[in-house]
C-alpha cells in the first residue's frame, strides 16, 4: 500500500504542475491590475498541500486511495 501512496502522490504532483502555472499567470495579472489575490493563494496552497493530505495516508486499499483524488483543485481523476 505504501507503493500505492506514492504513486498518487506522483500523480497529483503531475496534476498541478500545469495548475499551478496557470494561477502564477493569473496572479501576476491581478498583480498588474491591483486586484485581489487571495482566492489565487488559496487555490495555489490546496494545490500545495494536496499530497499531503491525510485522507492518503489513511486510505486502507486502492479503491480508498482513488477517492482521495480531489476533482475540485486536480480536475478529472486519472483513475477513471
Same mark, same amino acid.
Given at each position: 500500500?505504501?507503493?500505492?501512496? %506514492?504513486?498518487?502522490?506522483?500523480?497529483?504532483r503531475e496534476a498541478r504542475t500545469s495548475k499551478l502555472? %496557470?494561477?502564477?499567470?493569473?496572479?501576476?495579472?491581478?498583480? %498588474?491590475?491591483?486586484?485581489?489575490?487571495?482566492?489565487?493563494?488559496?487555490?495555489?496552497?490546496?494545490?500545495?498541500?494536496?499530497?499531503?493530505?491525510?485522507?492518503?495516508?489513511?486510505?486502507?486499499?486502492?479503491?480508498?486511495?482513488?477517492?482521495?483524488?480531489?476533482?475540485?483543485?486536480?480536475?478529472?481523476?486519472?483513475?477513471?
Open positions: 500500500m505504501a507503493k500505492a501512496r %506514492e504513486i498518487h502522490k506522483t500523480k497529483i502555472a %496557470e494561477l502564477d499567470i493569473e496572479f501576476q495579472k491581478a498583480l %498588474e491590475t491591483s486586484a485581489s489575490t487571495t482566492d489565487i493563494v488559496s487555490k495555489k496552497q490546496a494545490l500545495r498541500d494536496a499530497p499531503a493530505d491525510s485522507g492518503i495516508a489513511a486510505a486502507s486499499d486502492t479503491d480508498a486511495l482513488k477517492a482521495q483524488w480531489n476533482t475540485s483543485i486536480l480536475g478529472d481523476s486519472p483513475y477513471s
